[in-house]
């Protein structure tokens, strides 16, 4: 049966077919259910199959949107029920390539009941298998859940977009104009919504992210087996300010500790003052959570909240040890962030990281105040490993703001002054919580990559002894 191609390239868009040829390695595609779907709609407007990726396995289907538009029928969702549930059974990540114009509405409830049964399966495989949805056309009504429910989306500028409610909708319910790629494009979801994890100027682009994104998360089952640390000392203090109130690029620490070239950043767009990803230490793959004091001087807002809890998660899930590197100020102080429910919203990142029975190896750089301190996989939330730069400030706030607290009858600068000197020098360093024993050791700046790569291989066979026999906590969602 042949495709329709040369319509889709009239869209400035790749096919189905020829998008899984450039995701996958060449020639290693084996195609699934190729049948006629109802009423002889060719393979029901979706490709199904597997094949490898630098010789991993891997799942994949994509929607056809040349095909009734790629719509999603009974049949259609059944062949993607079917992916998913090998995927399951053999343990392996699985891709989906949407572009569908939604359920096939001449189907009627069929069409619903075919969302339901794949988000069930979703669900199922999450925390199991790794699932990766790349929006390569409109995804839109209920469609836009699965990939809500996978672990990470991807979209391509001006060609991608995502929404409950389409634009003309949008208008009657609201008389606000707005089309696609305003209401819900690339732009919007990777800066605003925080919805997609990545997006990507053409398509090529993104097939190969996602193909380094496979080969990282694949890494993760390789057993430790270097004895000694490539690269032991490399010089992170030129990076960091020793003036606490000066900013600098956490980018540049992480760009050090990490093997060259292997930060695969997440989310980078969305709440900049927090930094996730994937990288590679000494070839050991890990998940990096770090403050951006660039941004809002590293604080802890809603939006860094969910976007840091969600990723420790993920890492648990897949056994991912975490790397977190600290210099936080405290939770964003804002009448709006308190409207938005930065309560709950923190206390996200609070069960994330006690939760978490996976390796956690917690490096304190310079502030780590307050509330913020804890959340940051403090030793108090299960951290194996705390170490702390000697310029390492563990305090329940900054100086200033304590002296203004404990003293608001001095309105004598000068006593104000040598106040603030007086706490700085008792109170804002790390000697008490090495002294009891928060932090494990202070360690030299240029050492940090030696003593993280020793903890991870010290680590490398640790088991969860403590776990309380339940079927699963509550999150503060």
Not at 441 to 448: A, D, G, L, R, S
Request: glycine share 8%; charged share 25%; aromatic share 10%.
């Amino acid at each position: 049966m042949e495709y329709n191609i040369e319509l889709q390239h009239q869209k400035g868009k790749l096919h189905a077919i020829e998008r899984i040829e450039k995701l996958l390695d060449k020639n290693s595609f084996y195609e699934i259910n190729h049948s006629m779907g109802q009423e002889n709609i060719p393979y029901d407007g979706v490709i199904t199959g597997y094949g490898y990726i630098e010789g991993i396995l891997v799942f994949v289907y994509a929607q056809d949107f040349t095909v009734k538009g790629g719509t999603v029928g009974k049949k259609h969702a059944r062949k993607i029920a079917r992916v998913l549930n090998l995927a399951i059974e053999n343990r392996a990540p699985v891709i989906g390539i949407n572009d569908s114009g939604g359920a096939r509405i001449q189907e009627g409830v069929n069409a619903l009941s075919g969302y339901g049964e794949i988000f069930y399966l979703n669900t199922r495989a999450s925390g199991y298998i790794p699932q990766i949805s790349i929006i390569a056309g409109p995804c839109a009504g209920g469609a836009v859940y699965s990939p809500g429910i996978t672990d990470f989306i991807f979209m391509i500028k001006e060609k991608s977009s995502m929404y409950v409610t389409g634009p003309r909708v949008v208008e009657q319910a609201t008389g606000k104009k707005c089309d696609a790629q305003s209401l819900g494009g690339a732009i919007v979801h990777s800066q605003s919504s925080g919805v997609v994890h990545a997006n990507f100027d053409d398509e090529n682009q993104c097939f190969l992210e996602t193909r380094k994104l496979i080969c990282l998360l694949e890494n993760r089952n390789r057993k430790i087996i270097n004895k000694y640390c490539k690269k032991f000392y490399q010089d992170f203090q030129k990076h960091v300010p020793t003036n606490s109130r000066k900013t600098y690029d956490i980018h540049l620490v992480i760009e050090t500790l990490l093997d060259q070239s292997s930060f695969y950043e997440i989310q980078k767009e969305f709440a900049p003052n927090a930094v996730i990803g994937f990288g590679v230490l000494s070839g050991i793959t890990i998940g990096i959570v770090a403050n951006q004091p660039l941004h809002c001087a590293g604080v802890l807002d809603c939006d860094a909240s969910d976007k840091i809890a969600r990723f420790i998660r993920f890492c648990d899930a897949f056994n991912i040890p975490i790397v977190t590197l600290v210099d936080v100020p405290g939770f964003m102080p804002s009448v709006d962030e308190e409207e938005k429910g930065i309560i709950r919203h923190g206390a996200k990142i609070l069960f994330a990281y006690a939760e978490a029975t996976v390796t956690k190896i917690t490096v304190v750089i310079r502030k780590a105040y307050g509330g913020a301190y804890i959340a940051m996989g403090s030793k108090e939330l299960g951290a194996d490993i705390v170490l702390a730069w000697p310029t390492a400030e563990i305090a329940v706030m900054g100086a200033e703001a304590a002296v203004d607290i404990l003293y608001h009858k001095e309105v004598d600068n000068k006593i104000r002054q040598k106040k603030v000197e007086e706490y700085t020098y008792e109170f804002i360093n790390n000697k008490m919580a090495l002294k009891e024993g928060y932090i494990d050791k202070e360690i030299e700046p240029n050492n940090m990559r030696k003593e993280i790569f020793d903890a991870l291989n010290m680590l490398k066979n640790k088991k969860d002894l403590k776990k309380i026999p339940k079927k699963h906590g509550n999150i503060p969602l």
